[in-house]
Nanobody, 118 residues
Framework: QVQLVESGGGLVQAGGSLRLSCVAS????????MGWYRQAPGKQRELVAA???????NYADSVKGRFTISRDNAKNTVYLQMNSLKPEDTAVYYC????????????WGQGTLVTVSS
């Protein structure tokens, strides 16, 4: 198993920036993918961004050009740099880690709240 701890959330004005961090309790080198999801009040959880073991990334259309995901295997950490934040980015952001081979893994952090004021 692995524990994921997110940090970096908070209150920011529209147009501002935040950087979220997700630290894993063990090496992430062999994780097939790590991602950031978010869930706004009354809405389903949605994928924001993901990065594969090989470094490929994908983003939700709503955040392309504004958010950047990266992973630092040496620090067991994945980051989400969020720029040009909008009120609609307000949500709880969750870190996710996936391993598809045995023993498989699908781990989630506890979430960090991001609030963007207009």
């Amino acid at each position: 198993q692995v524990q994921l701890v997110e940090s970096g959330g908070g209150l920011v004005q529209a147009g501002g920036s935040l950087r979220l961090s997700c630290v894993a309790s063990r090496s992430i080198t062999n994780f097939n993918a790590m991602g950031w999801y978010r869930q706004a009040p009354g809405k389903q959880r949605e994928l924001v961004a993901a990065v594969t073991r090989g470094g490929s990334t994908n983003y939700a259309d709503s955040v392309k050009g504004r958010f950047t995901i990266s992973r630092d295997n040496a620090k067991n950490t994945v980051y989400l740099q969020m720029n040009s934040l909008k009120p609609e980015d307000t949500a709880v952001y969750y870190c996710n880690a996936v391993v598809v081979t045995f023993p498989s893994l699908d781990a989630w952090g506890q979430g960090t709240l991001v609030t963007v004021s207009s």
